[in-house]
């Protein structure tokens, strides 16, 4: 007789007794502690090699917003480009200040393409840097033009 009646207590007991089981294994699961194999393992190495986060590169107008008068009379040039750029004489600004239109003259290697201004193409595009040392060369159009204007022609030497 005792018997059953520890029988009877085992099954009566049994079902909060699996409840309490499962409720302290969650109550364990969600306070445990990392296992020793993430805890030994080298954080970087896990993640992997860190690189270095790309620059966003400017266009012309972002370059342009911190040089003194919006960058009128500096030098700017693509960054693929080799020894071309373009003296900025006009830009045209919209109101967000980062879109617009932009004349300048074109020089290559340090002397003037053109003596009028152009409008400059592919202003909006992220590949814009500007050039800080810019020399122009000692041959400028300008120079070059006087020289042959102060020069007489052989005619005129002649007679």
């Known amino acids: 007789m005792a018997n059953a009646l520890v029988n009877r207590a085992a099954t009566v007991n049994q079902p909060t007794n699996f409840f309490r089981s499962s409720f302290s294994f ?12 993430t805890t030994t393992k080298d954080p970087s190495s896990a993640d992997g090699p860190k690189k270095p986060k790309r620059k966003k590169k400017k266009n012309l107008f972002e370059v342009a917003q911190f040089l003194p008068n919006w960058g009128l009379g500096y030098h700017m040039a693509k960054t693929h480009w080799t020894g ?4 900025i004489t006009k830009i045209n600004l919209y109101k967000d200040g980062r879109h617009g239109k932009a004349w300048g003259l074109a020089y290559r290697d340090g002397l003037p393409i053109a003596d009028a201004p152009k409008k400059i193409s592919g202003v909006h595009k992220r590949c814009w840097k500007y050039i ?10 300008d120079q070059i033009k006087q020289t042959e204007e102060s020069t007489p022609s052989p005619d005129v030497q002649a007679a």
Request: net charge positive; hydrophobic share 30%.
């Open 132 to 141: 800080a040392n810019f020399k122009k060369a000692e041959g400028s159009l």
């Open 84 to 87: 071309v750029s373009y003296e």
């Open 26 to 37: 969650l109550r364990n699961l969600s306070t445990a502690t990392p296992t020793t194999t």
